[in-house]
């Protein structure tokens, strides 16, 4: 059973920094990539960030510069360094994970989010 909890969210002001986290919970080696995505209020959810599991990552434009997607395998975690933050990254951020299913590798498994909330 794959679990996802994530955890460090809050509010912050324009040009401060927050670190995410994501507890996994399950078998590792049937997993094709983690990820971070968000939605903000309105709009459709977005990926954020993904690292697959040679630790090759990939950012949205709009983060590039300022986020780091981090993993470590022996505590099954995933991470979120978001620095620089801007109001437009206020979003719920959802951490999610790439197993097999009716596809190779899909996203099948997301926790249940963690507010982020940048004020100007």
């Known amino acids: 059973q794959v679990q996802l909890v994530e955890s460090g969210g809050g509010s912050v002001q324009a040009g401060g920094s927050l670190r995410l986290s994501c507890a996994a919970s399950?078998?590792?080696?049937?997993?094709?990539?983690m990820a971070w995505f968000r939605q903000a209020l309105g709009k459709e959810r977005e990926g954020v960030a993904v690292i697959d599991i040679l630790g090759r990552r990939s950012y949205a434009d709009s983060v590039k510069g300022r986020f780091t997607i981090s993993q470590d395998n022996a505590k099954n975690t995933l991470d979120l360094q978001m620095y620089s933050l801007k109001p437009e990254d206020t979003a719920m951020y959802y951490c999610?994970?790439?197993?097999?299913?009716?596809?190779?590798?899909?996203?099948?498994?997301w926790g249940q989010g963690t507010q982020v909330t940048v004020s100007s």
């Open positions: 999610a994970a790439q197993y097999p299913g009716l596809l190779p590798c899909e996203y099948n498994h």
């Open positions: 399950g078998d590792t080696y049937r997993r094709c990539r």
